[in-house]
């Protein structure tokens, strides 16, 4: 690749990335309000009979609405949450005993909504609230109701959701992804070389190295399949998939190494020492400090979001740690120079 | 198995793996195993090892 392209893809890498973060940094609107509530039933009547908040939405958009119940215990009572506009008009209604939600986006004009929380202690006022929503109507268990007191916590968030943006991120970051290990590339490869490629051994050896990691993510994957399915799920299924394809990869990646089939001939290998360093700083840094968050258990199940980073990060520690091991080995073995 | 003749006619050349590596456009590693007899190669890099060696396929290659 001449010196001219190098610079136009360096130029258009730079712009895209400008351009993803003023997306990325364009104000998102939320509101939120944390509620804790004590509420008691006697005799089937509710002590207070419901809740409400306002919200004062300041531009028109697409929201979602998320409601978290911090306690986990089943109180004696049904919640009902509506969401109405300032016309009375339900934007949005549900139901249920420990209510939580997260909508699917929604528009929402400008202006004041009221959110209501109506705590319903017996069948007849549960049918009339679902009747009133347009929302299915009877209940399969009311041994739910029962007198008592009860205190518990209440998130309800209104939040800006964008999907038509955030697809646009996504897309944004691959391409960023892709064109930066383009760049990379080019920018390390001496062009003038002819000894830029790979040599027959090498390529024979990366064959292997590919197989061996194709089979080793099928019997990862498989073994964590047959793992779950006995013991029960433990990770959400982003994280299977990501421990398949890292430790598929970190076992082609080593095979490689060991077989001198990683690198291309003269191929300038502090700048991948280098790399593979601050990849491996950057991404255990952010995967210890979603640990730290508490965002890698979600609900008691190990979540994708919060362990790709650590992951990946793991995978750069081992590929750095065998690129090492490897300089190492090569320095102590005898070279088989004649004199 | 190994192949010591390919050594013996680098050695006579006073040639290190690296250099007959670098003239025949393979990593040094790859001579080091054909040595070894680690890997056997294409009939393409034995004629360019035995043009750099000034040897025949039968000199170097055959048993």
Redesign the interface.
Known sequence: MSGKTKKVLTASLIALIAFTVIIALAPKHGYGISMNTAVEVRDGKAFPENATHTFYVKASGKYSVRADWSNNEQPGFVTGFTLTDENGNTVYSISGGLLSFDTEPMKLKAGKYLCRLDYLCDEEAYNAFQRTNGLPEGMEDTSWFKDGEWFFGCNIKLYEADRTKDAVMICCGVIIALMLAFTIITLVTDDKSDASKYDERQVAMQGKAYKRGFFSIVLINTGLMVFSSLLGSFAQTGVYLMLGIVLGTCVTVTTQIMNDAYFRLDQNKKVFYILFGVLAVINAALGIRNILKGNAVVDGMVSFAGTANLFIGLMTVYVFAALLVKKIRDGKEACDEEP | MKNLKL?AA??LL?M??QDLADKV???R??I??I??GD?N??I??CIAICKALNKTLDDLFWE
């Open positions: 050594k680098r050695a006073d290190s793996q456009g393979v990593s590693q790859t080091n195993a040595e070894k890997y190669p294409t393409n890099l």
